[in-house]
């Protein structure tokens, strides 16, 4: 093992976001009056301390309750910083400004860790502070807990800060995103490869999943269940050996189309992650020869018969969802909370007549350590909006854009740019390239 791994401080290749992250956390309790902030969410402890085990992120409190606590001033610390949800010291995976000194408890239950966050709060003159924690995350028997030990902290619902911070991803997390979708794109075209060969659905998946692991990106669903956000170095060796032997022996993976025998297109999605950061791309293919333009073919829906449609209109609905989704994003602005970016989208899309004649609805969501992370935006359900607090859009934002047509899914994440457009994080691929 490399030398540098063992030491605790180790470097991370995250110091960037990191630096970031203490600073962009500091000026929001600043902003809302606060002394400091107790995150709760798996995910958002996750993104703050470059780890996430996703098998031991769930396990109930009772057992393994965490406490990690960024001041305004003072040092950051945490009570239950076993490795499962904190990290591996030893592999330099922590930030910086989590110093060893200001980490305390292993394995201990729910009340251990409760006590030692109590005593540092009291040692650190923080027992009557105003403290921000993540109300939607919370546990109210924790809560309960938590106000019965400390009494005279006032207690304010925070839960847009740590979102507002990690919606920005910094270069190094674009790449890895980056990273994710290619290495997503070339799994599928040796899936879409084995199945025009005559493979099994099995077979292919195998296919699949073996390519995602020669790419250095994990195959959604794979045996990897827990990965560094961060890492001490960038290899495409990360799998350890069991993983990898596992994943052989039981391949799965992502494809929501029931293929019939004669399926002359490909129309499925796929999920990767690079050192669990995340892709989501709908991904459309030729299983057989491309239809000609007055071709008709046999399409279908979940909510209608199949019915034979001719190619060139099909050809023309792809086309009008890929510029209505680069079109619409591009109404949100640097600045934006999520209420007005919605708005703006929305105004776009009822002046948009391509729009109304072809589209069906949209989903713009944050994209990184989740699938579907905060803020979002869906037309179909506009109570998805959080009603907490704004969450403004500022360069480095990365997000799905995903629209639906009667007949297609486009999907695909964009980053926003500090020139104010939002960009493909990689090459658009699809029907018509």
Known sequence: MNDAMNRHDAPTGWREKDERTLVEVRRLLARDRLDAI?????????????????????????EMATFLVLPLEGDPFISGSHEHVAGRVPYGVCPGWLKPENRSGEWWGC?????????????????????????????VAMFEKLRAALPDVTWVPADTIVPQVRLVKTPREQALMRRAVVGGFAAMEAYCSALRSGATLE???????HRALDAGVEWVGGAMRMAWTGGTFETLDWWDAPAREQIRRSPVGRNWLLLPDDAPICVTHFETRCQFYFSDIAWHEFLGPA??????VVWSADSEPMRLFAWRDLVRDFEVMRVVQREAINQIRIGMDQAEARAAVERYLAGNADYQEHGRGYFIHSLGLEIHEEP???????????????????????????????????????????DGKWEPLAPLRGVTG
């Not at 107790?38 to 009772?62: C, I, Q």
């Not at 009340?111 to 966050?117: H, I, R, S, T, W």
């Not at 239809?291 to 008709?296: E, H, I, M, T, W």
């Not at 360069?395 to 297609?408: D, Q």
Request: hydrophobic fraction near 45%; proline fraction near 8%; aromatic fraction near 12%.
């Open 38 to 62: 107790l995150p709760w969410k798996a995910a958002h402890r996750a993104y703050l301390l470059n780890f996430f085990d996703a098998v031991h992120a769930d396990v109930p409190w009772e």
């Open 111 to 139: 009340d251990e860790n409760l006590a030692v966050f109590v005593g540092e709060m009291k040692r650190r003159g923080l027992a009557r502070a105003r403290v921000g924690y993540e109300k939607k995350w919370l546990p």
């Open 203 to 209: 077979e292919a998946q195998l296919a699949r999943a």
């Open 291 to 296: 239809p000609s333009d007055g071709d008709r």
């Open 376 to 418: 979002i935006l869906a037309a179909a359900n506009p109570n998805a909006l959080p009603v907490d607090g704004p969450i403004l859009f500022q360069p480095g934002a990365v997000c799905s854009s995903e629209w639906f047509s009667r007949h297609w899914t486009v999907e695909d994440p964009f980053v926003l740019g500090a």
